[in-house]
């Protein structure tokens, strides 16, 4: 288990004892740390950070890297959760108004990404998730309202998207 702290940029995995923290990003080296996942192999935790992009960390070294952002796209700051099926990694991007639901993969050259569903327009998403067989986005979260002091009078939407066995959308 892996939690991060959007403050101080720091994530933390949980050790098998299951009764501490060990932190795998000090204060300092992130700066808004996120969602984060295993990659398929289970030796990287992909990590979003909201102002730097997507990082690579190493579990067996600790190493952290900036992933490398292909030429031809801008950095991809402003993820907020991180889910993935396969190779391919989902990601909310809130960084401006409306959201959008982003597939990505990392490879040498970089990360390349595009929306999941061309058009797909999201008030006020925060979080993803995977369950198998479909992404789960909770798609207006009501942040904003929190930010302004303001209650919330229904609960958050959820989207699912099926996906098929290449993780695309049905």
Avoid: H
């Avoid at 060990?22 to 990287?44: N, T």
């Avoid at 402003?78 to 991007?93: E, H, K």
């Avoid at 993803?128 to 009078?153: C, I, M, P, Y």
């Amino acid at each position: 288990m892996f939690v991060s702290d959007s403050q101080s940029g720091m994530i933390y995995r949980l050790l098998p004892s299951g009764k501490a923290l060990m932190a795998l990003v000090l204060p300092g080296v992130g700066k808004s740390g996120q969602g984060s996942v295993l990659d398929a192999a289970g030796k990287s935790l992909i990590a979003s950070d909201y102002s730097q992009g997507i990082t690579v960390i190493d579990l067996a070294t600790g190493t952290r890297r900036l992933a490398p952002r292909l030429a031809s796209k801008p950095s991809l700051r402003g993820i907020d959760g991180l889910a993935r099926c396969g190779d391919t990694y989902f990601g909310v991007y809130n960084g401006s108004a409306p959201g959008r639901l982003l597939a990505f993969r990392i490879g040498q050259e970089g990360v390349d990404y595009a929306d999941l569903i061309e058009g797909l327009m999201l008030p006020d998403p925060t979080q993803v998730a995977f369950d198998g067989k479909r992404v789960l986005v909770v798609a207006d979260s009501g942040w904003e309202l929190a930010g302004k002091g303001q209650s919330r009078t229904y609960g958050a939407p959820i989207l699912a998207i099926p996906l098929g066995k290449d993780c695309k959308p049905l």
